[in-house]
T-cell receptor
Framework: SQTIHQWPATLVQPVGSPLSLECTVE??????LYWYRQAAGRGLQLLFY??????ISSEVPQNLSASRPQDRQFILSSKKLLLSDSGFYLC???????????FGQGTRLTVV | QKEVEQDPGPLSVPEGAIVSLNCTYS??????FMWYRQYSRKGPELLMY????GNKEDGRFTAQVDKSSKYISLFIRDSQPSDSATYLC?????????????FGAGTRLAVHP
């Protein structure tokens, strides 16, 4: 069966510090991978998606970047965090042509 | 205008009530319609998935899609306290080699005993 791992679960970082959130998928190959951010009281905002290794597309301009160094690994990064980067970050995957998205448990990031 | 609009609530109902959750959308390219349930501090889980206009039933849950009106609904019958969660509608269209999923803001539902 397929599983998705996302860590850490919670993170408190000072403004200006770097960020690295990691997501890995097991039990499938060549998944489509996604990073979403969920702010309090708001929906899921798509940040990045990837259809393959090294292929990253950004949905919104921001202080964040994403990388996919391996088929089942997706990393969200920032060189310098802003207060506005606080939120609940979710990694998700879908099969190539399927629409059902499977989500990780999320990382709650608080920038102080 | 947002691609998907969903009333964030919160919605509070007594146990046993019928709950109606709704979303509207503007992009006629959306082909797949989903409802996700998200418990506090957890990732969303798929609840219902429909492709065409019409109704789809699964136990106490009924998903309804009206493509002509660009309107989707989720009905929960005999609501239970365990149904208390945030419900997110989601829609997708296959474009550029991937399924672009767009979510509504989510409606927070509280079912009280």
């Amino acid at each position: 069966s397929q599983t998705i791992h996302q860590w850490p679960a919670t993170l408190v970082q000072p403004v200006g510090s770097p960020l690295s959130l990691e997501c890995t998928v097991e039990g499938t190959s060549n998944p489509n991978l996604y990073w979403y951010r969920q702010a309090a009281g708001r929906g899921l905002q798509l940040l990045f998606y990837s259809v393959g290794i090294g292929q990253i597309s950004s949905e919104v301009p921001q202080n964040l970047s994403a990388s996919r160094p391996q088929d089942r690994q997706f990393i969200l990064s920032s060189k310098k965090l802003l207060l506005s980067d606080s939120g609940f970050y979710l990694c998700a995957w879908t099969r190539d042509t399927d629409t059902e998205a499977f989500f990780g448990q999320g990382t709650r990031l608080t920038v102080v | 205008q947002k691609e998907v609009e969903q009333d964030p609530g919160p919605l509070s109902v007594p146990e046993g009530a019928i709950v109606s959750l709704n979303c509207t959308y503007s992009n006629s390219a959306f082909q797949y319609f989903m409802w996700y349930r998200q418990y506090s501090r957890k990732g969303p889980e798929l609840l219902m998935y429909t492709y065409s206009s019409g109704n789809k039933e699964d136990g106490r849950f009924t998903a309804q899609v009206d493509k002509s009106s660009k309107y989707i609904s989720l009905f929960i019958r005999d609501s239970q306290p365990s149904d208390s969660a945030t419900y997110l509608c989601a829609m997708s269209a296959y474009s550029g080699g991937y399924n672009k999923l767009i979510f509504g803001a989510g409606t927070r539902l509280a079912v009280h005993p």
